[in-house]
């Protein structure tokens, strides 16, 4: 692998990071603010929200724009969009700057998944984009946690400073390690191309629609299940990342060796099988103690592992369908996944409110064999649609 894509994966790591870097502080934070918890929350929804707006429209304003500019840029705005979070003075102002970041990292994703692609022989395009992707991973590992570590150290402002920090070592990385990557040509016949990007940009909606029914209610559903709370449940999400490491292993080998279609309807069988897990677990399946914790980790483990493996072979796709069109279809493809997690967290929190978590499940199944069955009447098509 070209060392540079790993220097690529830097920026992801950053906007990760960046994105949750508050999760463990919200009540301290809605205290200082003078707001509910519930209204500190609604930070990472304007994220969210923005990023999945904002990603097209940028794309298609700098698309012609070299790739290496355009991630600086965004590395740089969040730089200093970060530190203005640092001292925002009240919650309204927050909400406006955590929005604007949330644009931010919608151009920032498919520039850096596009540059890889670039770094790369055609072979190893899966691989590259599983690698950038992969810096996500290690926000939800390193990143995320340390800005815990800091806010609960010195305060909640220090996280946005924090985020700063890691935005300052990935723009550094970026301008000194990688080379300049021109945008591709002018794209002609943007019907064919809609034509195909859409199925695979519905893929990627279902499988995050499928994953964040349960993701979103993690903590809930894991107290149902085991009876642990607080702290306790942070040890159980350490497996979403490692299940995430594995997925994008054995999404990008798959899109390497032309077997991502299987793959694909693997992971969303996947999806249903660790959503029956959960269920499985809240209907009282497994003794209490050691063998429902184990089978908890396993549902949380296939999950994350199905999502992970099912986005590099879409991503690849995208690149090897559309040439000319990358930067486009990544941020609407990343539009669709910020969409897919809002279907996610309205759809279980519609279960878990009016019916029961077991119907969040089972929600979060149906999802899931639906996105299975797209992929199916669909992939072929779009494959040959693609060839021609």
């Given amino acids: 692998m070209n060392p540079r894509v790993f220097v690529l994966a830097l920026s992801t790591f950053s906007f990760g990071s960046s994105a949750f870097i508050f999760a463990g502080l919200l009540e301290s934070m809605a205290v200082d603010l003078g707001v509910s918890t519930g209204a500190v929350g609604q930070l990472q929804t304007a994220y969210v929200l923005t990023s999945a707006l904002a990603g097209p429209p940028l794309a298609m304003l700098l698309g012609r724009r070299e790739r290496k500019a355009v991630l600086l840029t965004a590395l740089g705005a969040a730089v200093v969009f970060s530190l203005f979070c640092m001292f925002a003075a009240n919650f309204s102002q927050l909400l406006v700057l955590r929005a604007i970041l949330g644009g931010i990292a919608a151009l920032a994703g498919p520039a850096a998944s596009t540059m890889a692609a670039s770094l790369v022989p055609p072979e190893r395009r899966g691989s590259a984009m599983a690698t950038v992707m992969g810096g996500m991973t ?17 305060g909640w402002r220090s996280t946005f400073a924090l985020s700063a920090l890691l935005s300052v070592i990935a723009f550094a990385a970026v301008a000194v390690f990688i080379p ?16 195909v990007a859409a199925p695979l940009w519905a893929a990627t909606f279902l499988a995050f629609g499928a ?34 490491f594995v997925g994008l292993w ?31 677990e809240l209907l009282g399946g497994a003794p209490e103690g050691a ?24 991503q690849t796709r995208l690149v090897e369908a559309l040439p000319t069109a990358a930067p486009m279809a990544l941020a609407l493809n990343g539009s669709a996944a910020s969409f897919g997690q809002g279907l996610g967290g309205g759809l279980g929190g519609a279960m878990l409110t009016n019916y029961s978590a077991p119907a969040l499940t089972t929600a979060a199944m149906a999802v899931a064999v639906i996105g299975a069955i797209f992929w199916a009447a669909t992939s072929g098509r779009v494959k040959q649609v693609a060839a021609a």
């Fill in 180 to 195: 300049r990557v021109e945008a591709p040509a002018p794209v002609r016949g943007g019907k064919l191309a809609i034509g």
């Fill in 211 to 244: 994953n964040m029914t349960i993701s979103t209610y993690i903590a809930p559903i894991i107290r149902l299940q085991t009876g642990i709370t607080g702290a306790g449940v942070g040890a159980f999400q350490l497996v979403i990342g490692v299940g995430s």
């Fill in 138 to 154: 290690i926000a939800f590992l390193l990143g995320i946690p340390l800005g815990s570590v800091v806010g609960a150290a010195f």
């Fill in 291 to 314: 063998a429902t914790y184990a089978v908890v980790c396993l549902a949380i483990l296939i999950a994350a592992t199905a999502l992970f493996s099912i986005m590099p072979v879409v």
């Fill in 250 to 280: 054995l999404g990008g080998r798959s899109a390497d060796r032309g077997k991502g279609g299987l793959s694909v309807a693997l992971g969303f069988l996947a999806l249903a099988v660790g959503a029956g897990l959960h269920e499985l």
